[in-house]
């Protein structure tokens, strides 16, 4: 009970800085808890790259074609000798980590809390929870060379379109995105033509991702876009401090 009143207390007070503005003591408290939850996901995420990052619905389950599939395409990514990260809970998250571990790789997971219960999975190395989306989403970001987009409802897309106008805007690097299901994604695929042919995006922005059936087109994608273009190692290894409790 305890727990979940904090979850509500948390909630109301991220709504009510959405209301619009409020004392600045008000939204100087409010500052500091997003950069403890930053400080959070940072110390118990700065050791797990380099990551792929595998968005989709927490709704599937593992009987679902889309959730096999998942667990397929993420071991084929994980031998590749990335930790896989996903949001840390049911559905293709759950089948993201499990395929990541059923093949010996690392499994990661940065989950959301909600009013709504949304346990983590038990397929992670390691996992945060975070209680602020944008903290999330930047921290699902941060540590990944690639991005891989699952089926999943707005959550997903919120996650996809992130990534996508980060990369279009050069925000981040031009890192790899594939959109796993023609089938599921061809509307999504029409919309993204007719923004192209009435001008409101780029020709080549069609080029910052690939839309596939094939794991295995899927993993020589990600293979030949970050493995041969980044290296798989961090630019800067670091070791944990002891003293600051890291690992």
Not at 60 to 65: A, L, R, S
Not at 95 to 110: E, F, H
Not at 176 to 194: A, G, S
Request: charged letters at 25%.
């Amino acid at each position: 009970m305890a727990i979940q009143n904090t979850k509500k207390e948390k909630v109301a007070t991220e709504i009510k800085f959405l209301e619009g503005p409020h004392s600045r003591w008000s939204e100087f408290k409010f500052l500091m808890n997003v950069m403890v939850e930053f400080i959070k996901g940072l110390r118990a995420l700065h050791f797990a790259g380099p990551c792929v990052t595998i968005f989709g619905s927490a709704r599937y389950k593992e009987d679902h074609d889309y959730y096999k599939k998942t667990m397929e395409l993420s071991g084929a990514i994980a031998q590749l000798g990335f930790t896989i990260m996903t949001g840390g809970g049911p559905g293709i998250m759950e089948a993201a980590n499990r395929g990541a571990k059923a093949v010996g790789g690392r499994s990661v997971g940065c989950n959301i809390v909600l009013l709504t219960e949304q346990h983590i999975n038990p397929y992670l190395d390691k996992w945060v929870y975070i209680h602020f989306f944008f903290v999330r989403k930047t921290l699902l970001i941060k540590y990944s060379y690639a991005f891989i987009v699952m089926p999943g409802g707005f959550g997903t897309l919120d996650e996809f379109f992130e990534a996508l106008t980060l990369i279009q805007t050069k925000k981040i690097s031009n890192f790899p995105i594939v959109i796993f299901d023609l089938e599921f994604h061809n509307k999504l695929m029409k919309h993204i033509d007719f923004m192209k042919v009435n001008g409101l995006i780029s020709k080549e922005d069609v080029d910052l991702y690939l839309v596939t059936d094939s794991v295995e087109e899927a993993t020589q994608f990600i293979r030949n876009n970050t493995i041969e273009r980044y290296g798989l190692a961090p630019k800067v290894k670091m070791r944990p401090f002891s003293w600051l409790r890291e690992g």
